[in-house]
């Protein structure tokens, strides 16, 4: 992860990180669209874990877990679905993007462990428990694993600080206030913040997430962010293309939004 953040500084562009939804619009695709997803030129992935109520989610990936979870997909199948697309030529670092009730189900140290035999770098949390955030951040550490914190726009500088000081590789900032997917405003405020964040994390990378959706978006957040997430609208192009298009929808799309 910070060999890619380097190599995307170097080259004067930020990291497109791109998110879906494991087991979504099916569970064999999942690897060929990840390849996809390399092969369009993004940085980092983050393989969503279906739950049933992902209340950070909007309506497009709140469907997208529902239907990955009526597909049967489990935190084992998400790790084999990262397996198969290692095998098949995936280089790029991925994340896994999750709630905290999947890991108290599965184990905490066992999670870790069995992620990062599956092939994962990191994890992002959206809901980990300040005080559980310690301890989780040191198995990770321990297994040569990435953990990544969550700046929610709510966040004070102290905060910030804190936050900062519990990553080895960058950290996510929620560009707003809400759910993903909804209209982010990339106003005068917004990247006031942004650079605050940026000020304070010092060389850390910081990366932005919720609301960002087109090439524009992906090249102003850039002018002041070390990367861009963009996940509700990848997701709903994968919903809208037809079976065995889906990779290279995706592809496309990474395509054209990198530029």
Do not use: W
Not at 18 to 38: N, R, V, W
Not at 95 to 123: H, K, N, Q, T
Not at 182 to 193: A, G, M, S, Y
Request: charged fraction near 20%; glycine fraction near 10%.
């Amino acid at each position: 992860i910070n060999h890619t953040f380097a190599e995307c500084k170097r080259l004067g562009k930020p990291a497109l990180i791109t998110f879906m939804t494991a087991g979504f619009p099916s569970p064999d695709e999942t690897p060929a669209i990840l390849l996809g997803m390399q092969a369009g030129g993004a940085d980092i992935i983050e393989l969503g874990l279906p739950v049933s109520t992902p209340t950070a989610d909007g309506p497009t990936i709140q469907e997208a877990s529902k239907q990955a979870i009526d597909n049967g997909v489990t935190a084992q199948s998400t790790m084999q679905m990262l397996r198969d697309a290692r095998s098949m030529g995936l280089h790029i670092p991925v994340i896994l993007m999750g709630y905290y009730a999947s890991v108290v189900e599965y184990g905490d140290a066992r999670m870790v462990a069995d992620c990062r035999d599956a092939g994962f770098d990191g994890f992002l949390i959206v809901d980990m428990p300040c005080q559980k955030a310690v301890g989780f951040r040191q198995l990770c550490l321990e297994s040569g694993l990435s953990y990544i914190p969550i700046i929610p726009p709510s966040a004070n500088d102290s905060a910030v600080a804190d936050l900062c000081a519990m990553t080895d590789s960058f950290i996510y900032l929620i560009s707003r206030v809400g759910v993903t997917g909804q209209k982010t405003q990339f106003d005068r405020e917004f990247f006031q913040r942004v650079s605050r964040v940026k000020y304070l994390a010092g060389s850390l990378p910081v990366a932005v997430g919720f609301g960002i959706r087109t090439r524009g978006q992906v090249r102003a957040v850039g002018a002041v962010a070390d990367g861009a997430v963009i996940g509700s609208r990848i997701v709903s192009e994968l919903a809208a293309s037809p079976l065995g298009s889906r990779a290279q929808a995706v592809k496309r799309f990474c395509e054209m939004v990198k530029g």
